[in-house]
């Protein structure tokens, strides 16, 4: 995709279905993604935080998830076709997912949401193979990674919050093939 850059960060220009596309594309030629669904609020911390900034830079994918990315690239005259939001993208792969018997990892949120995630996501989703399902609230990251890499998902979904979901992927996506992308409050609203 081309890009539009807000504030140094270098959105995807797009459609929410095409983007969708090529991230069920990559999944099933097993290219390993970073994905970011990036709202004003990330814009504005990664520009006090040159660290996070970088990151959010050397991900595959970053989309406007919020309508000031979108004001923005319109004042640049640069106008981005639409929001791609952070839930919808989540939905939409957990749908082709259970269309398509693939895998996701989940890891993030309190342990009764993690609790009721394990419960309905079966019912929403059967066709979904539940890789792993971790609660967000560890010290350690070791045995979540290694079950990770044992469990090898086509995706991981990361509900830490941003930046330390983001942080988590940048340093351990290297141990699937898949797709890895932080999810928010989105477990949240998932198991509600
Ligand atoms: N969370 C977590 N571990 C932490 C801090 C937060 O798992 O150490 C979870 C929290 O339970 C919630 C999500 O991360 O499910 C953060 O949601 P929020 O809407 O605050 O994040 P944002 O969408 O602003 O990144």
Known sequence: FSTVTVLDIPFIKTTAAKFQETLQQRILTQQNTFVVTANPEIVMYAHHHPDYQQLLQAADFVTPDGIGILDGAKILKQPLPERITGFDTLIDLLQWASDHHRSA????????????????????????????????????????????????PDMVFAALG??????FIAEHRQTTKGLWMGVGGSFDVLAG
């Open 105 to 152: 990892y989940f890891v993030g949120a309190k342990p009764e949401v993690i609790a009721a995630l394990k419960h309905k996501l079966p019912q929403d989703y059967p066709g979904l193979v539940i890789a792993g399902l971790h609660d967000g609230y560890f010290k350690d990251d070791s045995a979540i990674v290694a079950d990770i890499q044992r469990t090898q």
């Open 162 to 167: 941003f930046p330390k979901q983001e942080n």
